[in-house]
């Protein structure tokens, strides 16, 4: 019985954590998401191009319901991370949403260092499971 009983906690216990990890769509666990033109500690002057990657899956607008694939967001001076991986990533000034499908912006960022973020996401904004989220990295603009 007390075997019965730990089993049941470490299901339990893994059923939990799983659910912090991600939302409901399943990813390729080899999927990456990354930055095409900027790396960790570069210098940048405003305008800034932003060119995301991705590899492992294809890219598909908000909406569209698809094995695979997912659309784009930039996450800038924010982190997403715990119960946030189970919820629509919110729309604002530091979550950005490429829902059309895009893989670049241009855009003007704050001046000083900057932290920057790609999450790939499904159809619902929400994150895969496992996350698609390339490292945090951090520029500097001028």
């Given at each position: ?42 210098e940048v002057t ?97």
């Open positions: 019985m007390r075997y019965i009983f730990k089993f049941a906690a470490a299901c339990a216990l893994a059923m939990s954590v799983t659910a912090v990890h991600a939302g409901d769509t399943p990813a390729p666990k080899d999927a990456k998401v990354y930055f095409v033109n900027l790396k960790d500690g570069q405003n305008p800034v191009t932003i060119r995301f990657g991705l590899s492992g899956m294809g890219v598909a607008p908000a909406g569209t319901e698809k094995e695979k694939t997912g659309h784009h967001h930039l996450i800038i001076n924010e982190k997403i991370e715990g119960d946030e991986l189970n919820e629509p990533i919110p729309s604002d000034e530091n979550h950005r949403h490429f829902g059309g499908g895009q893989t670049e912006i241009t855009l003007d960022l704050p001046t000083g260092q900057v932290t920057l973020q790609l999450v790939l996401a499904d159809w619902s904004h929400v994150p895969h499971n496992p996350p698609v989220m390339s490292e945090r990295i951090t520029v500097t603009v001028k």
